[in-house]
């Protein structure tokens, strides 16, 4: 069964410091790839997906990622960030076979210091 | 477009109650879902939907119940609630079909407890 996993439940970072989510899934075959992102008390938005055009991937809020095939990778960085970063993170892949299913990562938490 | 809507925003119930959580969107979307959100456990299926009609269970569908008689709907009912349904409920939804990317939609969360 396709799985996500999400390396590191809490990261901190300082202001201004690079961001490194960490993100890896099981399949054989490349799937769409997404991260949302969660704010206190609020519904997940899209950050950005991955749809098998280009590997590197921007987003919002000056978030990318990269589709890496042979590590099964999709991380998400951002060169400098901001307080208003911080907030939960989750990765998502589709399910195979075009169900519409997403299976989500156990999301990371960012923490932001001045 | 309103996109994907929920209510109630917050509820409290007493165990053994039942209730309706409603989730509505206007983007003619055939693909609905709902999702509950525990700390540390991510976003775990309850029940999906890919149409009017037809509904399929998710990973943690004991003690839920739903129905999709239109596009645009899609109520989930506890049926006796207990205390390990305190959680937020999440209702997203998203296009089906060929050239889809199966992005979903989120609404803003329903925060029960239940006492």
């Known amino acids: 069964a396709q799985s996500v996993t999400q390396l590191g439940s809490h990261v901190s970072v300082s202001e201004g410091a690079l961001v490194l989510l960490r993100c890896n899934y099981s399949?054989?075959?490349?799937?769409?790839l997404f991260w949302y992102v969660q704010y206190p008390n609020q519904g997940l938005q899209l950050l950005l997906k991955?749809?098998?055009?280009?590997?590197l991937v921007k987003g919002i809020n000056g978030f990318e990622a990269e589709f890496k095939k042979s590590e099964t990778s999709f991380h998400l960085t951002k060169p400098s960030a901001h307080m208003s970063d911080a907030a939960e993170y989750f990765c998502?892949?589709?399910?195979?076979?075009?169900?519409?299913?997403?299976?989500f990562g156990q999301g990371t938490t960012l923490q932001v210091k001045p | 477009n309103a996109g994907v809507t929920q209510t109630p925003k917050f509820q409290v119930l007493k165990t053994g109650q039942s209730m309706t959580l409603q989730c509505a969107q206007d983007?003619?979307?055939?693909?609905m879902s709902w999702y509950r959100q525990d700390p540390g456990m991510g976003l775990r299926l309850i029940h999906y939907?890919?149409?009017?009609?037809?509904?399929d269970q998710g990973e943690v569908p004991n003690g839920y119940n739903v129905s999709r008689s239109t596009t645009e709907d899609f109520p989930l009912r506890l049926l006796s609630a207990a205390p390990s349904q305190t959680s937020v409920y999440f209702c997203?939804?998203?296009?089906?079909?060929?050239?889809?990317?199966?992005?979903?939609?989120f609404g803003p969360g329903t925060r029960l407890t239940v006492t």
């Open positions: 997203a939804s998203s296009s089906l079909g060929s050239g889809k990317d199966y992005e979903q939609y």
């Open positions: 939907s890919v149409g009017a009609g037809i509904t």
């Open positions: 998502a892949v589709s399910e195979p076979g075009n169900t519409g299913k997403l299976i």
């Open positions: 983007m003619n979307h055939e693909y």
């Open positions: 991955y749809t098998s055009a280009a590997t």
């Open positions: 399949s054989s075959v490349p799937p769409y």
